[in-house]
């Protein structure tokens, strides 16, 4: 896997007007070859899939980041990672003035008609690392599912010098449990015979308790103290949906098209002899900290 930009890529990239930024970020990463790609570019191959298959964030979470972040209708937030703008899509509906950035040209032609016909959100086609900053322009920097793809040496950095005095850093994230016996030992042996360095713990599993996120706020010394919020919930999936939902993760993508293709066919298969469908417990995990002075 080709390997992310380095610093000095990324500053460079900071100072040259966007359509440049976008033309040489993907220079750097060739993402015309799936082997090569940085995963956080896999998802603008399969934007569609992704949109259909993804799930979006429980309300809850964001009645408790607009209480928090004390923001009102019209306050300027920036989303780091929009995707195909589920998040954002509730943002503008709670009348927040948005700027979503997304590497993923796909990504973004997804999340405007998403959003469509709104005229609360500008999308940029970037990675924050490369993002021209705006000094203090928003009231909340918000990641959803994207804070763990964010070179670490520059991501609280970036955040904290964006963000307004009293602004608020926002990260969340869903982490998906293991699906319930006797279907979890029944994909353990397709794993083991396909792929079975896909056996392990997601990277999602970076947004629990136990993650390093609540660490990382505070080694930045750039944010108050972390509040964090859980919400759990469940998923209903059949072959076909559960199928889909892991051909949008990056970790699948960068398999072999044909090797993917089997190991998805076999688990599809162990769905459907094991009753054909099935509820996942899933946690939804939030962040929450105050820029310092």
Do not use: C, H
């Given at each position: 896997m080709t390997p992310a930009l380095n610093e000095g890529q990324m500053r460079a990239l900071s100072v040259k007007p966007i359509a440049e930024v976008n033309r040489l970020q993907f220079k750097f990463v060739e993402v015309d070859q799936?082997?090569?790609?940085?995963?956080?570019?896999?998802?603008?191959?399969?934007?569609?899939?992704?949109?259909?298959?993804?799930?979006?964030?429980?309300?809850?979470?964001?009645?408790?980041?607009?209480?928090?972040?004390?923001?009102?209708?019209?306050?300027?937030?920036?989303?780091?990672?929009c995707?195909?703008?589920?998040?954002?899509?509730?943002?503008?509906?709670?009348g927040l003035m948005v700027v979503a950035l997304d590497p993923g040209p796909e990504m973004i032609a997804t999340a405007r008609r998403r959003v469509a016909p709104s005229n609360r959100v500008r999308f940029v086609q970037t990675t924050f690392e490369a993002w021209p900053i705006e000094p203090g322009a928003f009231r909340l920097v918000a990641a959803a599912q994207s804070w763990h793809w964010i070179a670490p040496e520059i991501r609280f950095n970036k955040a904290f010098e964006t963000l307004a005095p009293k602004g608020a850093l926002a990260v969340f994230g869903t982490s998906p449990e293991p699906v319930p016996q006797p279907l979890r030992g029944a994909l353990e042996k397709v794993y083991s015979l396909h792929a079975p360095e896909l056996g392990g713990p997601p990277p999602e599993h970076a947004y629990l308790p136990g993650g390093p996120f609540p660490g990382d706020f505070?080694?930045?010394g750039l944010f108050g103290p972390v509040t964090h919020r859980s919400y759990p919930w469940s998923r209903s999936f059949s072959a076909q949906s559960y199928v889909e939902y892991l051909g949008t993760v990056s970790r699948y993508q960068l398999l072999e098209e044909k090797r993917r293709d089997r190991l998805l066919a076999a688990i599809a298969g162990e769905i459907e002899a094991n009753g054909g469908a099935f509820d996942a417990p899933v946690e939804t995990h939030l962040y929450l900290a105050v820029r310092k002075a």
């Open positions: 799936a082997p090569a790609m940085e995963q956080r570019f896999t998802f603008n191959t399969v934007a569609e899939l992704y949109d259909q298959a993804r799930a979006g964030y429980p309300q809850a979470l964001y009645d408790d980041l607009m209480e928090f972040a004390n923001l009102s209708p019209g306050d300027a937030i920036l989303e780091v990672g995707g195909t703008g589920k998040a954002t899509e509730e943002f503008a509906r709670r505070d080694r930045s």
